[in-house]
């Protein structure tokens, strides 16, 4: 999906707007949700988005309005990382000139590196739901990006990210009562996703039905899930099987092992010489992730132009022996990832997955399969050939227009 965006800088000068501060907080510094589901917020800015702009930024081509314009408001909100309180960046987006809404899209995007490719700095497609439904739109920037740039990125940890989303939602409640529309007394949400943002909308759901509290504030109706990691040991089982193979996103798969590394106390005692190949090490490529200032096409490039291509080419020796502790420790850590187990959901979810996926492996799917058989909550979209970015496109297409059931 990257690789049909442009570079569209929405907002050039970042103001803090002074009195819109909402802090409440506890003598021990966690953020409280009082029963009305106000959490501490900062609004950061604000302008009105036309989805004429939105289709612009996806597809580059002028296009006709397919629904009102979008009051985009930008904000600061805190939220948890482990036993810290961490302060993140996210945005809520209304239909202009509505008085009240009674539907919510929560959108988790897609794998991004670069520092502001988040629904706070630029448009993203989820948005076009909220403008043609004149529904209310709920983004929450990924930890590291947008206005928390200084942070790590957790890449791989998409229960932190799912929580975290959660807590971006509760912050844009809190905006929707001060600023926005009235929201309708039987107001209900859409959760959706790709690649890892159908990962982060699964483990939404999944964190819904561990906590019954959020039932009522989320109302979640039903999740639109494509091509996700939903098992990250499945992921990497297939890759560390197969390691001669040419990997399609070798970026994503050096990001996912230095997201376990930033994330983990306990595997931060590994190096970046003890997880990767020192030739690979030698271009420079860890740097260049950490600037964020390049998108993940570019940094696929600059890896295979060195000709690294395999995960023989990227992983070290040690990571890769079953027998190493360093191996055993890796894959500790992603099996308390494994979204697909643990839980049940009860409302309607959607996993769409392309058999031949070279990027997020079928077999991703199978351990939802597995582990939740005979669910009738689950609907199954096999596509049978194809790429993973042109079917997480094809996917946004049919759900932007339609083509997908609500219920």
Known sequence: MNSIKKTFLILSVLIIITGCTKDDYDEGGVPLIPDNNRVWYELVSRDTLKSTDILMTLIGSPMVSVGPPLVRQSFLYHSINKSDTVTLSGVVCWPE??????????????????????????????MLCGSIRHAVYIGADYQGQGLTREMYQPFSNTILLANQSIDCFKAAYSVLQDYGPKLADDYYTYSMGSSLGGAVTF??????????????LVRL???????????????????????????MYPVGFICSVKGI????????????????TPELLNIGIMDSIETKLFNAPQLNLMIK???????????SDSIRNNNSALHKDLIQ?????????????????????????RNIPFRCLESVQAN???????????????????????????????QYPLD
């Open 305 to 315: 132009d060195a000709g690294f291509k395999s995960i023989r080419d990227i992983l």
């Open 203 to 216: 483990g939404i759901a999944r964190q819904i039905e561990l906590d019954p509290g959020l039932k009522e």
């Open 333 to 357: 850590e992603l099996a308390g990832l494994d979204l697909t187990v643990g839980w049940s959901p009860s409302s309607p979810i959607l996993l769409r997955h392309l058999r031949t996926d």
């Open 97 to 126: 000139g509505y008085d009240s809404c009674n539907e919510i899209w929560l959108e988790n995007h897609y794998f991004t590196i670069r520092w502001n490719e988040c629904p706070s700095q630029e448009p993203h497609a989820g």
């Open 372 to 402: 939740m058989p005979d669910n009738g909550n689950i609907t199954y979209e096999i596509i049978e050939s194809g790429n993973h970015n042109d079917d997480c496109v094809a996917f946004y297409k049919k759900l932007i227009f339609g």
């Open 221 to 247: 109706k039903k999740s639109f899930c494509c091509g996700g990691p939903y098992d990250m040991k499945a992921l990497f089982d297939v890759f560390l099987e197969t390691p001669d193979e040419e990997l």
């Open 261 to 276: 590394m930033d994330d983990s106390p306990a595997f931060r005692k590994y190096s970046y010489s003890d997880c990767f």
